[in-house]
């Protein structure tokens, strides 16, 4: 059964979503959240009991976590593109690697985990 415990937060930036939740589910991988932005209220749900120090450890989760930006939602959105998305840019990565692959000096090929970093980075500059 899961277990809820409300925090209330001292920080005035919100924190980003993406970021915040994946250092909640370091702690506890059921971990999920509720929070309306602009407001200093959290809920935190886990699947088992709460204990003291896991309260302390999510409310210094809570407040250290970074500030939203756009540079933050946007590559929180590319890390959760929907399958065909991720294909089409991959397909399009494919045929790169074809062109580099018949250069007179060939090129090395551009691995997946190469161009969804790369995409990453993009969207941190825009």
Do not use: C
């Amino acid at each position: 059964m899961s277990s809820y415990q409300s925090f209330t937060v001292g920080r005035t930036t919100e924190p980003d979503p993406a970021t915040l939740l994946a250092q909640l589910r370091a702690l506890d991988a059921t971990a999920g959240i509720q929070h309306q932005p602009g407001t200093p209220a959290f809920v935190i749900k886990k699947a088992t009991a709460w204990t003291a120090p896991q309260i302390t450890a999510v409310q210094t989760v809570l407040e250290a976590a970074p500030v939203t930006t756009p540079d933050l939602t946007a590559q929180s959105v590319i890390d959760m593109m929907p399958i065909e998305t991720k294909a089409l840019a991959l397909a399009i990565i494919d045929q790169l690697n074809v062109i580099r692959a018949a250069l007179p000096t060939p090129l090395a090929a551009i691995t997946v985990a190469q161009a969804i970093a790369a995409i990453r980075a993009k969207a941190g500059t825009l």
